[in-house]
């Protein structure tokens, strides 16, 4: 059997980070990452730039094998873990390598999947989060003309624009009113909706599919209204779930995703978890709940990592944001962007044909969210105002224009 | 280690320092930078008014960056050998991780926003053009630790403490003193705050330096 001091499994930003961060700090103690993927730490949202062709498989990945040599990281790629004894300590590896470690932690991130419907196993059916399945939609659509993709947040609108990039005719169906209804507010997503219109994004709103037609693989699908439409590349990009199938049967508490305290520690108390896969309480969402957004899982990474050396770090929760840009059209949403009740103060600065809308959102004369589309210059001091809960009272104009440094500091 | 310091009660906003670092960031051959090269041809420091006072913003190469943290493709990455925090442009892809997450408003979009733009501090030359071109003195360019060698014993403390091995003991016409590699050290503190004998201090984070920070912001609004 062989022991390590830190063993992690997962090969996503969580895992990555967390590896950096115990080398940075702890020049001795042996690492091994063992991950069921075979690809080194890779970066997932390129993989739609990797389908469009707008990046190379090479630079998919953060770093070569030989920076894992020089920081003496031993890898177990392409090895899942089979069995898992968080009592004694020790994992099983598929290939029948037994590991033992004195301190894990777990970045296994999120999984998605097809939902039960007719037709779901056919050829040609993908979920949109990982490096080896892309590989494979890459080689389908050589021969393909025709895509649906379902779900219409930004993993899915993403996917949908690298393959119109890859030359084929998309069609995104979505099951809510409005494009990325987490990220944006009508008006922003309109906004967004009119520049993938433009680029040729079909989006179908209001709907999701029933059945898949096609004999061995995909033909065809059918919307819940009963249209029938043509195509031969199915991809699924929502429902992204924690991915907790080794953990089944052991010890490790799990709600929806891994339970762990503001240090990244499980129930079991040399046993952490990072990333995607975790379940914290956010102060911001007032309860305990799974968040599968890049941001946080690097952030919780690097604090899982300080803590597992020994140098305490806390997590001081997360707040709703994101941003992106499609065709040129930049995009960033921060915080509580869509408030109900009466007590909040909405500030717009609008300019919708060059594309330009502006919404900060404020609660007691403190900035709660903000939502920029067009010109995103220094938004990151929203950000700050917003995670310091600081008062803008008397500086309001100033917060929709770029005036905010002092505030921050 | 030297780093950019601000001290806005000496800033007039006369942006000056936009210019010169816009110059600085421009092809030499190029008579309209902003129309030859869109992709890097911006100014990296940005004077905005907070109230009635004149701030510049820069990019403050923390440690532990939010925005090397926030970047999702490993193009924001921190340099151990020069402690600056830099993009490499071949791996950004527009994402604007790095730009939501910068408290400073000190990464920005490039022109045709197809890059992020960021302080490079100038080091092919000896003094960062915005620096050079400030003409209040409100920019300097300044060691960060510095050392009285009337008090400096010789006693070696602070180079066992100093996690980037940058002081070394130095054999001097008035006996052993404690010497800093400007280029390893990263202005931790460790050394000043563990010198028994108060012979090493920290140029910028002094009680004196943050008060008047302070009141600035307060005479300001």
Known sequence: MEHYKYVIVGNGIAGLRAADTIRSEDRDGTICMVSEEPFLSYSRPLISYYIGGETTFEKMFYHEQDWYDKRDIKLELGNAVVRFEPISNRLTLKDGKEISYDKLLIATGGKSQVPDMPGKDLDGIYTFTDLGTTQKIKEKIKDARRAFVIGGGLVGLKAAQGLVDAGLDVTVVIASNQIMSQLLDETAASIVKRRLDRKGIRVILNTSISEVLGKDKVEGVVLESGDEHECDILIFAKGVKPDLKFLKNTEIKTGEGIIVDNHMRTNIPNVWAAGDCTETFEESFGRSTTNLVWPRASEQGRIAGFNMVGIPREYRGWFWMNSFQFYGLSCISIGNIKPTGGQFEVMINQNIREGLYRKVILMDDKVIGALFVGKITTIGTLNGLIKKQVSVKGHKEDVLEDKLALLVF | ?221
């Open chain 2, 1 to 221: 280690m030297k780093t950019i310091l601000v001290d806005f009660e000496k800033c007039v906003g006369c942006r000056l320092c936009e210019r010169a670092c816009l110059k600085k960031h421009t092809p030499e051959d190029s008579e309209i930078p902003h129309e030859i090269d869109k992709q890097l041809s911006k100014q990296r420091v940005h004077v905005e008014l907070a109230g009635t006072r004149p701030y510049p913003l820069r990019c403050r190469h923390c440690d532990d960056a939010p925005c090397v943290t926030a970047c999702m493709t490993g193009a924001m990455h921190f340099d151990p050998e020069t402690g600056m925090v830099n993009v490499d442009y071949d791996r950004c892809i527009a994402c604007w991780m790095c730009v939501m997450n910068c408290p400073y408003g000190g990464v920005l979009p490039n022109e045709d926003y197809t890059k992020v733009l960021k302080c490079d501090r100038c080091l092919d030359v000896p003094i960062p053009a915005c620096v050079d071109a400030c003409p209040k003195d409100a920019l300097v360019y300044e060691e960060v630790e510095m050392r009285d060698d009337n008090l400096c014993v010789g006693c070696g403390l602070c180079v066992e403490v100093c996690p980037f091995d940058a002081i070394t003991m130095v054999q001097t016409e008035r006996g052993l003193k404690a010497r800093t590699n400007s280029e390893l050290c990263r202005g931790c503190s460790l050394c000043s705050t563990s010198c028994p004998y108060g012979a090493i201090f920290m140029n910028y984070h002094t009680t004196d330096k943050l008060s008047d920070q302070i009141k600035e912001v307060i005479r300001s609004y």
